[in-house]
Antibody, heavy 125, light 106 residues
Framework: QVQLVESGGGLVKPGGSLRLSCAAS????????MSWIRQAPGKGLEWVSY????????YYADSVKGRFTISRDNAKNSLYLQMNSLRAEDTAVYYC??????????????????WGQGTLVTVSS | DIQMTQSPSSLSASVGDRVTITCRAS??????LNWYQQKPGKAPKLLIY???SLQSGVPSRFSGSGSGTDFTLTISSLQPEDFATYYC????????FGQGTRLEIK
């Protein structure tokens, strides 16, 4: 069965850095786009970033562009999020999710079909 | 960004009720629309993808419809386990979630 397990969250001071990891199993990791999505306490879902199966295509939300870097290691079935220059507003549960396509070539609809349990990042002095 | 607006933001209903949640896109997104359910302390769960396709394992009382800018999620007969928060999400461009609709017990 598909499993996604995040790790690396914790308490960090404003301006600090943190690296999140997501270990994937139960599917051919190298075949799928992957994504990070976050949820601030008591708030809604906010997409953060996604990366294509090969790693050649990457997108970021404007709120994290220039501060966060998504990457993957297909040999290790792992997804990463390097977070630098952290701010209080980055405090959230961070989920990794598989971003799966359906449809025909050139007209794919993507959706987040599997999610991890989330890891909490708290940015506070 | 293509923004998504859900209505209502919260909703009270009873077991057995038929419930409809609406999601509107700031521009046309064809059928690039997905719906998720989230319970407190849990990760979201995919319910509907591509506007109207039911994800495997999701009960048939959930259905989705719409295209272009206006979409609906319908629960035909509410069950106790359906009380949760529901989110729409567009994948026409970089992903964007609606603000959520909290479904509460009346």
């Amino acid at each position: 069965q598909v499993q996604l397990v995040e790790s690396g969250g914790g308490l960090v001071k404003p301006g600090g850095s943190l690296r999140l990891s997501c270990a994937a199993s139960g599917f051919t990791f190298s075949d799928y786009y992957m994504s990070w999505i976050r949820q601030a306490p008591g708030k809604g879902l906010e997409w953060v970033s996604y990366i294509s199966s090969s790693g050649s295509t990457i997108y970021y939300a404007d709120s994290v562009k220039g501060r966060f870097t998504i990457s993957r290691d297909n040999a290790k079935n792992s997804l990463y999020l390097q977070m630098n220059s952290l701010r209080a507003e980055d405090t959230a549960v961070y989920y990794c999710a598989r971003y799966t396509p359906t449809g025909s070539y050139g007209d794919y609809v993507y959706y987040f079909d599997y999610w991890g349990q989330g890891t909490l990042v708290t940015v506070s002095s | 960004d293509i923004q998504m607006t859900q209505s209502p933001s919260s909703l009270s209903a009873s077991v057995g009720d038929r419930v409809t949640i609406t999601c509107r896109a700031s521009q046309s997104i064809s059928s690039y629309l997905n719906w998720y359910q989230q319970k407190p302390g849990k990760a979201p769960k995919l319910l509907i993808y591509a506007a109207s396709s039911l994800q495997s394992g999701v009960p048939s009382r959930f259905s989705g419809s719409g295209s272009g800018t206006d979409f609906t999620l319908t629960i035909s007969s509410l069950q106790p386990e359906d009380f949760a928060t529901y989110y729409c999400q567009q994948s026409y461009s970089t992903p964007y979630f609606g603000q959520g609709t909290r479904l509460e017990i009346k």
